[in-house]
T-cell receptor
C-alpha cells in the first residue's frame, strides 16, 4: 500500500463546475498538507498549505483535511479552462523537516 | 511568493557526456533544496536533499556518483548528471524549502540523452 493514494483520473468537467480532488493516506504522523498544481512540462506550483485538520479557503480553492479519516480534499469552485492541469497532493510529518510525500497526481480537464 | 529558477530549461546531449543543471532561489535564501525526477504522467520522485555547505542526502536507489549535487551557496544548487545515458532522459525539477515544510519548485529541466 502506498503512503499516499490519489486517483490519477483523468477528470473531465464542464466550465463552471465544482471540482473535488482527493487523497487518502496511511501515515497518521502526517501533519502538514499541501496541494500543488502542475501544468504540462512545468514545475509544480503551490496552491494550498494547511496544518492538521480543518478547512482553508483561498479564492475559488478550498482545502479540507480530515485527519481522523486520513483524507484530504481540494475543491475548485467555478472551474475554468485555465484550471486544466495535474493536481498533486503532498504531505509531511511534523517535528522539524521531513520530506514531502506526493500523491500520483490527478489530471483535470475543464472544457468550455 | 518565493521564486525558484532552473537553467537550462531543456538540454539535449550525447550519451557519455555530463550535464549540469542549476537551481537558484531568486528572492530568498534556501538552506535546503531538493532534486526530483519526473517521468511522463507520473508523480515526482525525490532524488536527493541538498543542504548548503554539506553533502547531499540521496534517496535509496539513487546513484550518488552519477548524480552529483553541489549546494555551494544559499541561493544555488547544481545537479550534474555524469556519463549520461538514454535512460537518464527525464524531467528534472528542483525545489527550495521555505520555512519548515513548504517547498517552491523550479520550472524544471527536460533532459534528452541521445
Amino acid at each position: 500500500q502506498k503512503e499516499v493514494e490519489q486517483d490519477p483520473g483523468p477528470l473531465s468537467v464542464p466550465e463552471g463546475a465544482i471540482v473535488s480532488l482527493n487523497c487518502t493516506y496511511s501515515n497518521s504522523a502526517f501533519q502538514y498538507f499541501m496541494w500543488y498544481r502542475q501544468y504540462s512540462r512545468k514545475g509544480p506550483e503551490l496552491l494550498m498549505y494547511t496544518y492538521s485538520s480543518g478547512n482553508k479557503e483561498d479564492g475559488r480553492f478550498t482545502a479540507q483535511v480530515d485527519k481522523s479519516s486520513k483524507y484530504i480534499s481540494l475543491f475548485i469552485r467555478d472551474s475554468q479552462p485555465s484550471d486544466s492541469a495535474t493536481y498533486l497532493c503532498a504531505m509531511t510529518e511534523g517535528g522539524g523537516y521531513n520530506k514531502l510525500i506526493f500523491g500520483a497526481g490527478t489530471r483535470l480537464a475543464v472544457h468550455p | 511568493g518565493a521564486v525558484v529558477s532552473q537553467h537550462p530549461s531543456r538540454v539535449i546531449c550525447k550519451s557519455g557526456t555530463s550535464v549540469k543543471i542549476e537551481c537558484r532561489s531568486l528572492d530568498f535564501q534556501a538552506t535546503t533544496m531538493f532534486w526530483y525526477r519526473q517521468f511522463p504522467k507520473k508523480s515526482l520522485m525525490l532524488m536527493a536533499t541538498s543542504n548548503e555547505g554539506s553533502k547531499a542526502t540521496y534517496e535509496q536507489g539513487v546513484e550518488k556518483d552519477k548524480f552529483l549535487i553541489n549546494h555551494a551557496s544559499l541561493t544555488l544548487s547544481t545537479l550534474t548528471v555524469t556519463s549520461a545515458h538514454p535512460e537518464d532522459s527525464s524531467f528534472y525539477i528542483c525545489s527550495a524549502r521555505v520555512g519548515f515544510h513548504e517547498q517552491f519548485f523550479g520550472p524544471g529541466t527536460r533532459l534528452t540523452v541521445l
